[in-house]
């Protein structure tokens, strides 16, 4: 199953919804909720977008991806369908788009508002730029509310809160019939994938669609099997996930930016939005995109594969992701020095379907890991 990401948004269009398409991994999702506007996180959009000509225009062909798809969904049919972009400084690439998307689309006649954030990349105990950011939260909010014509609700937040914190037990309890063999590690990926471009009341339903599947599947993972963790900024394609599982190997844990990192942080419910996200950012699960958390991402490694039982990571490369690639080195040497296995593979953007040295090189990595055992 692949997601149509225009189907998807001209259903929200229709329902008379307003869609705000954001760039980075984690934006502020419940307070959009509570001013009644739809997120959409246009990460990943691999399906939807095969070629990037208008892209091409701006961007050099070493940006990676993700950053040259969504300029070309926002550059072309999308531009349409959003009622705003919402950004914030995740790396290097995203925080030079703002200028380049705007521009453009004024030059096409659709401009479109943009909304942003600057989160300090500093460690709280360095340096407190508390007071700043949550300067920054609420003038989001004030940008927002005169835009949309929506007044900020104390009560709407809260329940916003609560509901966004339910689908991430959700997905981590989906994650665990994942690691059971009872559902395919694509299967549960399109899933976290598809409530991006969902409403919020939508979203409890497609999980609990996944998770019943799962448990009432007679597939069960077993003692043959051998736990793997996926890491990267995105879940690999398709084709290489099917040549993990059937080279006999299950995912038992994933460390994926678009997956497990975007639901493993539960900052406590709250009603002040600034007081909320400042916990949520800077409690956040590590991630080379937060720069701060960088010193957590080995010890965050470590318990994930001591909760999971996992006995090695398979590194998912984006191409051209600096941030990732400075750091696959010294987790790798990391895990290698106590006993977990590793493998790095590449994506590039035009990779879906090419992977057959992707499945050669799983399935002597496998084979390696049950010598080993």
């Given at each position: 199953?692949q997601?149509?990401v225009?189907?998807?948004?001209?259903?929200?269009?229709?329902?008379?919804?307003?869609?705000?398409?954001?760039?980075?991994l984690?934006?502020?999702?419940?307070?959009?909720?509570?001013?009644?506007?739809v997120?959409v996180?246009?990460?990943?959009?691999?399906d939807?977008?095969k070629?990037?000509?208008?892209c091409?225009k701006?961007?050099q062909?070493y940006?990676?991806?993700?950053a040259?798809h969504?300029?070309e969904?926002?550059?072309?049919?999308?531009?349409?369908?959003?009622?705003?972009?919402?950004?914030?400084?995740?790396?290097?690439?995203?925080r030079?788009?703002?200028?380049?998307?705007?521009?453009?689309?004024?030059?096409?006649?659709?401009?479109?508002?943009?909304?942003?954030i600057?989160?300090?990349?500093?460690?709280?105990?360095?340096?407190?730029?508390s007071?700043?950011f949550?300067?920054?939260?609420?003038?989001?909010?004030?940008?927002?509310?005169?835009?949309?014509?929506?007044?900020?609700?104390?009560?709407?937040?809260?329940?916003?809160?609560?509901?966004?914190?339910n689908?991430?037990?959700?997905?981590?309890?989906?994650?665990?019939?994942?690691?059971?063999?009872?559902?395919?590690?694509?299967?549960?990926?399109?899933?976290?994938?598809?409530?991006?471009?969902?409403p919020?009341e939508?979203?409890?339903?497609?999980?609990e669609t996944?998770?019943?599947?799962g448990?009432?599947?007679?597939?069960q993972k077993?003692?043959?099997?051998?736990?793997?963790i996926?890491?990267?900024i995105?879940?690999?394609?398709?084709?290489?996930?099917?040549a993990?599982?059937?080279?006999?190997?299950?995912?038992v844990?994933?460390d994926?930016?678009?997956?497990?990192?975007?639901?493993a942080?539960?900052?406590?419910?709250?009603?002040?939005?600034?007081?909320?996200?400042?916990?949520?950012?800077y409690?956040h699960?590590?991630?080379?995109?937060?720069l701060?958390?960088g010193?957590?991402?080995?010890?965050?490694?470590?318990n994930?594969?001591d909760?999971?039982?996992?006995?090695?990571v398979?590194f998912i490369?984006?191409?051209f992701?600096?941030?990732?690639?400075?750091?696959?080195?010294?987790l790798?040497?990391q895990?290698?020095?106590?006993?977990?296995k590793?493998?790095?593979i590449?994506?590039?953007?035009d990779?879906?379907?090419?992977?057959?040295a992707?499945?050669s090189r799983?399935e002597?990595?496998?084979?390696?890991?049950?010598?080993?055992?």
């Amino acid at each position: 199953m692949q997601i149509n990401v225009a189907e998807k948004l001209l259903t929200l269009k229709g329902r008379g919804r307003k869609v705000l398409g954001c760039f980075p991994l984690y934006p502020p999702m419940e307070l959009f909720y509570a001013l009644d506007l739809v997120p959409v996180v246009l990460w990943g959009l691999k399906d939807a977008i095969k070629s990037t000509p208008e892209c091409d225009k701006h961007l050099q062909p070493y940006t990676c991806s993700v950053a040259r798809h969504l300029t070309e969904f926002v550059l072309t049919e999308g531009s349409g369908m959003l009622d705003g972009i919402f950004m914030y400084n995740a790396c290097d690439t995203l925080r030079n788009l703002p200028e380049i998307i705007t521009t453009a689309t004024e030059k096409n006649g659709r401009s479109l508002p943009l909304f942003n954030i600057h989160i300090p990349m500093v460690l709280p105990e360095q340096t407190d730029a508390s007071a700043y950011f949550k300067n920054e939260i609420n003038q989001l909010i004030n940008d927002l509310e005169n835009r949309f014509g929506k007044k900020f609700s104390k009560e709407k937040f809260k329940e916003a809160v609560t509901k966004v914190q339910n689908i991430r037990k959700l997905m981590a309890d989906a994650e665990k019939q994942v690691a059971l063999g009872a559902i395919h590690f694509s299967d549960f990926s399109e899933s976290v994938h598809a409530c991006w471009f969902s409403p919020l009341e939508d979203q409890a339903g497609i999980l609990e669609t996944l998770i019943n599947t799962g448990k009432n599947s007679k597939s069960q993972k077993t003692s043959l099997k051998t736990g793997v963790i996926l890491s990267g900024i995105l879940p690999p394609p398709a084709s290489v996930i099917a040549a993990i599982e059937l080279s006999g190997l299950t995912v038992v844990g994933n460390d994926i930016a678009s997956l497990g990192r975007t639901y493993a942080s539960m900052p406590k419910v709250s009603e002040d939005p600034d007081s909320y996200f400042l916990d949520f950012y800077y409690q956040h699960y590590p991630c080379p995109t937060l720069l701060y958390t960088g010193d957590r991402r080995t010890t965050s490694l470590f318990n994930l594969l001591d909760a999971s039982g996992a006995k090695a990571v398979i590194f998912i490369g984006e191409k051209f992701c600096e941030y990732e690639y400075f750091e696959f080195p010294y987790l790798s040497k990391q895990l290698n020095d106590r006993g977990i296995k590793t493998l790095e593979i590449e994506i590039a953007i035009d990779d879906d379907a090419h992977t057959s040295a992707h499945r050669s090189r799983i399935e002597a990595f496998a084979e390696m890991l049950k010598s080993t055992e």
